[in-house]
């Protein structure tokens, strides 16, 4: 079985840009969540989705958003780029939402902006 | 609130000594407990996940962890470290209620040094 797949997996973006982040989750996995990592804040939680629904929300700005599609596929955006942004973006994937599921990692998209 | 600390950000050993990485968790409920980790450059592998079942939980790549409700604590051990262990490892307690912090809370993470 296919793990996680994100993509793309390296990027550059201008500062007041904006950038869009894919994922493909687990097949038969319904939620997928995003996290953001960085050297000095470690993993933080951006949001949940599950069966196209937002199910969960960390504390980012609204310049980050996300959907899901029929097919448990997502998409994170992040809109006006700034150079705190640089990170590494995780997706993860689940078979469904709740306590107690084990949640199953990508490679992570590479984000530096410049 | 759920909680999760890891005890020493940087863990040094030498190859062929035991690996101990400390995690204590924080729960109200009965919790699910994992331990993930990370290599250079690479998103995160479950290496184990408690569930209840067994206080003694076996991973991948030689690693096991112990429950002790008493301590409130989910150590990683390894009896010998190799390496390839080098890396990150995070644990992690699964949320009861999600919300902004989502389904998994994630300690700040020990980064694994083995010295030959």
């Known amino acids: 079985k296919a793990g996680v797949t994100q993509t793309p997996r390296y990027l550059i973006k201008t500062r007041g840009q904006q950038v869009t982040l894919s994922c493909s989750p687990i097949s038969g996995h319904r939620s997928v969540s995003w996290y953001q990592q960085t050297p000095g804040q470690g993993l933080q939680f951006l949001f949940e989705?599950?069966?196209?629904?937002?199910?969960n929300k960390g504390n980012f700005p609204g310049r980050f958003s996300g959907r899901q599609f029929s097919n448990s596929r997502s998409e994170m955006n992040v809109s006006t780029l700034e150079l705190g942004d640089s990170a590494l973006y995780l997706c993860?994937?689940?078979?469904?939402?709740?306590?107690?599921?084990?949640?199953?990692f990508g490679e992570g998209s590479w984000l530096t902006v410049v | 609130a759920q909680s999760v600390t890891q005890l020493g950000s940087h863990v040094s050993v030498s190859e062929g000594a035991l690996v101990l990485l400390r995690c204590n968790y924080s729960s109200s409920v009965p919790p699910y407990l994992f331990w993930y980790v990370q290599y250079p450059n690479q998103g995160l592998q479950l290496l184990l996940k408690y569930t209840s079942a067994a206080t003694l939980v076996k991973g991948i790549n030689g690693f096991e962890a112990e429950f002790k409700k008493s301590e409130t604590s989910f150590h990683l051990t390894k009896p010998s470290a190799h390496m390839s262990d080098a890396a990150e490892y995070f644990c992690?307690?699964?949320?009861?209620?999600?919300?902004?912090?989502?389904?998994?809370?994630f300690g700040k993470g020990t980064k694994l040094s083995v010295k030959p």
């Open positions: 993860a994937s689940s078979p469904r939402t709740g306590a107690g599921n084990t949640i199953y």
């Open positions: 992690a307690v699964s949320a009861n209620y999600g919300g902004s912090q989502g389904n998994l809370i």
């Open positions: 989705y599950f069966s196209e629904t937002q199910r």
